[in-house]
């Protein structure tokens, strides 16, 4: 499959393109607004071609990644869409959910695979957390606790700390990954929240920090943390059930690494995991899809439903109210 990468990213150079490449795909070109960076790019990574021109990108190619700038994706996806290419689109999909709805719906239309690369729930960690959740090990879910608080690296600040026009803000950044990685666990939607943001000083005119609370629809609650200010907090997700609890550290996370542990009446065991690479299989699985094969990892609606959950949180932290979640009608 010939990919175009909408985008020269941090995550692309770390992770998709060794991904996209590992799963047979071959990248075609890459498009950066600056045509200099485009080019020192392209020939960094082995590209053949650099654009800053969209059609030009889409001319020839099968399948798009797209990790510009959150702003940038419902438009840079619809023209792929229309181009007849299949989209694997980071977090958050759009601005807003109406834009993320139109853009999965049309790709849904058109027959093309729409993915969300929602890593997380890829990571061989979380596999296993929700196997054993499924096979009732811990009995009825009753609480979850995640923490994702980080010290947000020099090099990916920019635009997250200071463009709320461009989406930044620890809320668009992290509650999207936190909201798909619970979904993924309980199998459920958050119904409603409450949040607070706190400004530690890293950002201009977005949130660096938010504390959250969300009632899912079988009655258990979720308590979330997030932050680009926390160097030494660790992250982790904690879930309570009736009949024992999961303890996973350091999970939240690219790497396949953590420690995820079991504990119930009969004590405390370690729960084994593979650790593949999270971005290889999340590749392997929408290039499948898009072969005729399965599904991608994250489809467009758990891209959705993710970003409908942040920006419940936004909204809840802006009123000071017990806010809805709005999923778009989906």
Known sequence: MR????GASN??????????????????????????????????????A???????LLDGV???YIST??????????AAISAGKHVLCEKPLAMNVADAVTMVAAARQAGLVFGT???????????????????????????????HAVQLPA???????????AGGGV????????????????????????????????GAGVEDNVMSVWSMPSGAQVMAHESFTHGFAGTGIEIHGTEGSIFARNVMTGRPVGEVMLVTEAGAEAIPFEDHNLYHRSVRLFTGAAQGQGRPAADGEDGIRSLAVALAVAEAARTGRRTPVDYGGI
């Open 117 to 147: 690369n929602h890593h997380l729930r890829n990571a061989g960690s979380h596999l296993a957390i929700r196997d054993a959740i499924r096979a009732g090990r811990i009995g009825r879910v009753q609480s979850v606790r995640v923490f």
């Open 171 to 202: 809320i668009p950044d992290i509650v999207v990954h936190d909201a798909d990685t619970v979904r993924f666990h309980l199998g459920e939607n958050p119904a409603e929240v409450v949040a607070m943001t706190a400004d530690a000083g890293l």
């Open 155 to 165: 090099h990916l600040q920019g635009w997250r700390i200071d463009n709320p026009a």
């Open 69 to 78: 700038t959150n702003e940038k994706h419902f438009p840079q996806a619809m």
């Open 11 to 48: 995550i692309a150079a770390t992770q998709m393109i060794d991904a996209i490449r590992s799963s047979g795909g071959e990248i075609a070109s890459v498009l950066s607004g600056d045509s200099r960076r485009g080019q020192d790019f392209a020939a960094q990574h082995g590209i053949a």
């Open 50 to 56: 650099s654009t800053t021109e969209l059609d030009s």
């Open 3 to 6: 990919w175009g990468l909408i």
């Open 62 to 64: 099968d399948a798009v």
